[in-house]
Protein backbone atom coordinates (compact mmCIF):
# COMPACT_ATOMS: atom_id res chain seq x y z
CA UNK A 1 0.00 0.00 0.00
CA UNK A 2 0.92 3.51 -0.73
CA UNK A 3 1.56 6.20 2.11
CA UNK A 4 1.06 8.94 -0.25
CA UNK A 5 -1.64 11.00 1.09
CA UNK A 6 -4.74 11.41 -1.02
CA UNK A 7 -5.46 14.24 -3.06
CA UNK A 8 -8.64 15.38 -1.47
CA UNK A 9 -6.85 15.36 2.30
CA UNK A 10 -3.62 17.03 0.83
CA UNK A 11 -6.26 19.56 -0.84
CA UNK A 12 -7.96 20.16 2.34
CA UNK A 13 -4.82 20.46 4.53
CA UNK A 14 -3.70 23.46 2.39
CA UNK A 15 -6.77 25.04 2.18
CA UNK A 16 -6.87 24.88 6.48
CA UNK A 17 -3.13 26.11 6.58
CA UNK A 18 -3.90 29.22 4.21
CA UNK A 19 -7.35 29.76 6.06
CA UNK A 20 -5.21 29.33 9.47
CA UNK A 21 -2.38 31.88 8.26
CA UNK A 22 -5.39 34.09 7.38
CA UNK A 23 -6.88 34.01 10.67
CA UNK A 24 -3.41 35.13 11.90
CA UNK A 25 -2.79 37.59 10.45
CA UNK A 26 -5.93 39.45 11.91
CA UNK A 27 -4.57 39.03 15.28
CA UNK A 28 -1.29 39.47 14.67
CA UNK A 29 -0.60 43.21 14.32
CA UNK A 30 2.97 44.30 12.74
CA UNK A 31 4.51 47.61 13.87
CA UNK A 32 7.81 47.42 12.53
CA UNK A 33 8.19 47.36 8.71
CA UNK A 34 10.97 44.86 7.08
CA UNK A 35 12.66 47.19 4.83
CA UNK A 36 14.66 48.78 7.80
CA UNK A 37 15.91 45.48 8.12
CA UNK A 38 18.21 46.23 4.81
CA UNK A 39 19.40 48.75 2.89
CA UNK A 40 17.16 51.07 1.82
CA UNK A 41 15.84 50.01 -1.79
CA UNK A 42 16.10 52.76 -4.68
CA UNK A 43 15.36 51.04 -7.64
CA UNK A 44 16.98 53.71 -9.96
CA UNK A 45 20.29 52.98 -8.10
CA UNK A 46 20.19 49.41 -8.17
CA UNK A 47 20.24 47.81 -11.74
CA UNK A 48 22.83 50.15 -13.63
CA UNK A 49 22.40 51.73 -17.00
CA UNK A 50 25.57 49.83 -18.72
CA UNK A 51 27.13 46.00 -17.21
CA UNK A 52 28.72 43.12 -18.98
CA UNK A 53 27.30 43.38 -22.79
CA UNK A 54 24.39 44.93 -22.17
CA UNK A 55 23.49 49.20 -21.95
CA UNK A 56 20.25 50.76 -21.70
CA UNK A 57 18.72 52.41 -24.64
CA UNK A 58 17.78 56.09 -24.00
CA UNK A 59 14.68 56.13 -26.30
CA UNK A 60 12.66 53.02 -27.37
CA UNK A 61 9.18 52.78 -28.78
CA UNK A 62 8.89 49.25 -27.59
CA UNK A 63 6.21 48.53 -25.54
CA UNK A 64 6.97 47.32 -21.91
CA UNK A 65 4.08 45.94 -20.04
CA UNK A 66 2.82 47.76 -17.10
CA UNK A 67 1.06 45.16 -14.55
CA UNK A 68 -2.07 47.94 -14.02
CA UNK A 69 -2.13 51.55 -15.01
CA UNK A 70 0.10 54.22 -14.00
CA UNK A 71 -2.11 55.55 -11.47
CA UNK A 72 -2.85 52.25 -9.99
CA UNK A 73 0.64 51.54 -9.92
CA UNK A 74 1.43 54.80 -7.93
CA UNK A 75 -1.05 53.54 -4.74
CA UNK A 76 0.25 49.89 -5.00
CA UNK A 77 3.83 50.59 -4.47
CA UNK A 78 6.23 52.57 -3.62
CA UNK A 79 8.49 52.36 -7.15
CA UNK A 80 8.81 51.59 -10.34
CA UNK A 81 11.20 51.04 -13.18
CA UNK A 82 11.23 49.77 -16.88
CA UNK A 83 14.06 50.12 -19.17
CA UNK A 84 15.13 48.74 -22.12
CA UNK A 85 18.73 47.13 -22.64
CA UNK A 86 20.89 45.90 -25.71
CA UNK A 87 23.71 44.11 -26.35
CA UNK A 88 26.32 44.84 -29.21
CA UNK A 89 24.30 41.99 -31.40
CA UNK A 90 21.49 44.37 -31.07
CA UNK A 91 19.40 42.35 -28.85
CA UNK A 92 17.06 43.70 -26.70
CA UNK A 93 16.05 42.43 -23.52
CA UNK A 94 13.18 45.07 -21.09
CA UNK A 95 12.90 44.95 -17.63
CA UNK A 96 10.71 45.89 -15.52
CA UNK A 97 11.08 46.75 -11.93
CA UNK A 98 8.13 46.96 -8.92
CA UNK A 99 9.15 47.34 -5.17
CA UNK A 100 6.32 47.78 -2.12
CA UNK A 101 7.49 48.43 1.47
CA UNK A 102 4.02 46.69 2.47
CA UNK A 103 2.76 43.08 1.24
CA UNK A 104 -0.58 43.17 2.91
CA UNK A 105 -4.15 42.83 1.53
CA UNK A 106 -4.44 45.16 -1.91
CA UNK A 107 -0.59 45.85 -1.58
CA UNK A 108 0.39 42.74 -2.89
CA UNK A 109 2.84 41.98 -6.26
CA UNK A 110 0.75 41.53 -8.97
CA UNK A 111 2.22 38.63 -11.35
CA UNK A 112 3.03 38.49 -14.72
CA UNK A 113 0.93 35.24 -15.29
CA UNK A 114 -2.17 37.80 -14.12
CA UNK A 115 -1.04 41.04 -15.83
CA UNK A 116 0.14 39.96 -19.39
CA UNK A 117 -3.64 38.31 -19.79
CA UNK A 118 -5.04 41.78 -18.84
CA UNK A 119 -3.81 43.47 -21.32
CA UNK A 120 -4.60 41.11 -24.09
CA UNK A 121 -1.43 38.94 -24.24
CA UNK A 122 -2.10 35.00 -24.50
CA UNK A 123 0.20 32.86 -21.88
CA UNK A 124 1.08 29.51 -24.06
CA UNK A 125 3.61 28.00 -21.21
CA UNK A 126 3.98 28.67 -17.79
CA UNK A 127 6.77 26.85 -15.61
CA UNK A 128 9.14 27.42 -12.63
CA UNK A 129 12.62 26.69 -13.59
CA UNK A 130 16.78 27.36 -11.68
CA UNK A 131 18.14 30.01 -13.73
CA UNK A 132 21.82 29.22 -13.07
CA UNK A 133 24.36 32.51 -11.97
CA UNK A 134 27.85 32.20 -10.14
CA UNK A 135 26.36 33.26 -6.52
CA UNK A 136 23.95 30.01 -6.74
CA UNK A 137 20.60 29.11 -8.60
CA UNK A 138 17.59 31.65 -8.68
CA UNK A 139 14.10 29.67 -8.52
CA UNK A 140 12.29 31.45 -11.49
CA UNK A 141 8.88 31.59 -13.40
CA UNK A 142 9.49 31.39 -17.06
CA UNK A 143 6.02 32.38 -19.84
CA UNK A 144 5.89 32.30 -23.03
CA UNK A 145 3.50 35.22 -24.04
CA UNK A 146 1.56 36.14 -27.04
CA UNK A 147 0.12 39.25 -28.31
CA UNK A 148 0.29 38.40 -32.17
CA UNK A 149 2.56 36.46 -34.63
CA UNK A 150 4.76 39.34 -34.89
CA UNK A 151 4.84 39.66 -30.91
CA UNK A 152 5.80 36.75 -28.91
CA UNK A 153 6.91 37.67 -25.69
CA UNK A 154 9.54 35.28 -23.20
CA UNK A 155 9.15 36.52 -19.67
CA UNK A 156 11.16 35.61 -16.99
CA UNK A 157 10.48 36.84 -13.49
CA UNK A 158 10.91 36.32 -9.52
CA UNK A 159 9.43 37.89 -6.47
CA UNK A 160 11.19 38.82 -3.61
CA UNK A 161 9.18 38.74 -0.55
CA UNK A 162 11.14 39.65 2.31
CA UNK A 163 14.33 37.79 2.23
CA UNK A 164 13.00 35.21 0.18
CA UNK A 165 11.92 34.24 -3.12
CA UNK A 166 8.55 32.95 -3.71
CA UNK A 167 6.96 31.75 -6.73
CA UNK A 168 3.15 31.26 -5.25
CA UNK A 169 0.65 32.34 -2.71
CA UNK A 170 1.50 29.22 -0.41
CA UNK A 171 5.14 30.80 -0.17
CA UNK A 172 3.87 33.95 0.39
CA UNK A 173 1.93 33.46 2.85
CA UNK A 174 4.63 31.42 5.11
CA UNK A 175 6.86 34.17 4.31
CA UNK A 176 4.36 36.84 5.45
CA UNK A 177 3.48 34.87 8.61
CA UNK A 178 7.11 34.30 9.19
CA UNK A 179 7.54 38.39 9.46
CA UNK A 180 4.37 39.32 11.29
CA UNK A 181 5.13 36.66 14.15
CA UNK A 182 8.26 38.56 14.45
CA UNK A 183 6.13 42.38 14.57
CA UNK A 184 7.27 43.15 10.81
CA UNK A 185 4.89 43.67 7.73
CA UNK A 186 7.03 42.72 4.89
CA UNK A 187 8.10 44.44 2.02
CA UNK A 188 8.01 42.77 -2.05
CA UNK A 189 10.05 43.48 -5.36
CA UNK A 190 9.34 41.87 -8.34
CA UNK A 191 12.05 41.30 -10.94
CA UNK A 192 10.82 40.83 -14.80
CA UNK A 193 12.97 40.68 -17.97
CA UNK A 194 11.17 39.74 -21.37
CA UNK A 195 12.18 39.94 -24.81
CA UNK A 196 9.94 40.18 -27.91
CA UNK A 197 11.44 36.69 -29.26
CA UNK A 198 9.98 33.87 -31.36
CA UNK A 199 12.87 31.65 -30.49
CA UNK A 200 11.46 31.19 -27.12
CA UNK A 201 15.06 29.16 -26.18
CA UNK A 202 17.21 31.47 -27.35
CA UNK A 203 14.94 34.22 -25.38
CA UNK A 204 15.24 32.73 -22.30
CA UNK A 205 19.66 31.65 -22.84
CA UNK A 206 20.00 35.49 -23.33
CA UNK A 207 17.76 36.38 -20.88
CA UNK A 208 20.06 33.84 -18.62
CA UNK A 209 23.00 35.69 -19.72
CA UNK A 210 21.28 39.28 -18.48
CA UNK A 211 20.63 37.95 -15.26
CA UNK A 212 24.31 36.62 -14.53
CA UNK A 213 25.91 39.64 -15.54
CA UNK A 214 23.88 41.76 -13.39
CA UNK A 215 24.31 40.28 -10.47
CA UNK A 216 27.95 39.98 -11.30
CA UNK A 217 27.95 44.01 -11.44
CA UNK A 218 25.46 44.44 -7.98
CA UNK A 219 27.61 44.70 -4.44
CA UNK A 220 26.72 41.71 -2.57
CA UNK A 221 24.28 43.92 -0.50
CA UNK A 222 22.22 44.95 -3.88
CA UNK A 223 22.70 41.20 -4.90
CA UNK A 224 20.55 40.04 -1.77
CA UNK A 225 17.64 42.71 -2.24
CA UNK A 226 16.97 41.39 -6.06
CA UNK A 227 17.78 38.02 -5.88
CA UNK A 228 18.55 36.70 -2.33
CA UNK A 229 22.09 35.22 -3.41
Not at 9 to 26: E, N, P, Q
Not at 75 to 89: E, G, I
Request: glycine share 6%; hydrophobic share 40%; proline share 6%.
Amino acid sequence: MSDAMPVPTKSLLLFLIMVGAACLTVFIRPYKSAADLHMPVVLEQLVPSAFGDWKELAFTTTQIIDPQQQQSLEKVYSQTLSRTYTNPQGYRIMLSLVYGKTQRGDLQLHHPEICYPAQGFEVISNHTAQLSTAYGPIPVRRLETKLSAERIEPVTYWAMVGDQIVLGSMQRKAVELRYGLRGYTVDGLLFRISSIDAGTDRAFSQQTLFVSQLLSALSPGNRRILAGV
